[in-house]
């Protein structure tokens, strides 16, 4: 299971214990907001897409949509989010529970501009039902990040 691959890999840095799991569903942005007991836009979405032929990965704050435009100005391609079935093969982690840990080899985690204003967020760890608390570098050092990128809207405004 996914979870436990997070789990593990959280353990070689002494923090599998940091992962919290719900006996509720934290699968979408608002369900993790409740489960937490945090403001949406702490939430550390984890979107998966193909790009180049190769799937990537883009962690940006609850509250931000992919800008197409932008989107497209930094990969060359047009947004193209993985289905289901493609996300859980490629990346490693089904929806729901999509994280930049612990991912399938080749997968290249970014890292939106959205999250740069908060002190910690919340991604998920793997499974519809879980999370972990970081702050910036943190989330930096374990997602492995390729670069921070602002490829995200909506977010500003509020």
Not at 52 to 81: E, H, S
Not at 98 to 125: H, I, K, M, Q, W
Request: hydrophobic share 40%; aromatic share 10%; with cysteine.
């Amino acid at each position: 299971m996914s979870i436990e691959k997070v789990k593990t890999y959280f353990s070689q840095y002494g923090m599998a214990g940091r992962i919290r799991e719900f006996s509720v569903s934290s699968a979408t942005v608002e369900l993790a907001a409740q489960a937490l007991d945090c403001q949406p836009c702490r939430i550390a979405k984890t979107l998966s897409f193909l790009a180049d032929g190769r799937p990537i990965l883009i962690v940006a704050a609850g509250d931000a949509k992919i800008d197409n435009p932008k989107y497209k100005a930094q990969f060359g391609t047009k947004a193209k989010m993985l289905a289901p079935q493609e996300a859980e093969a490629l990346v490693g982690h089904a929806v729901g529970g999509v994280c930049p840990f612990a991912v399938n080899e080749g997968v290249a985690v970014y890292l939106d501009e959205s999250l740069r204003r908060f002190d910690t967020v919340f991604p998920a760890c793997g499974s519809g039902n879980s999370a972990i608390e970081l702050s910036i570098p943190e989330l930096e050092r374990y997602s492995n990040y390729t670069a921070w990128i602002d490829v995200c809207k909506g977010w500003r405004e509020g």
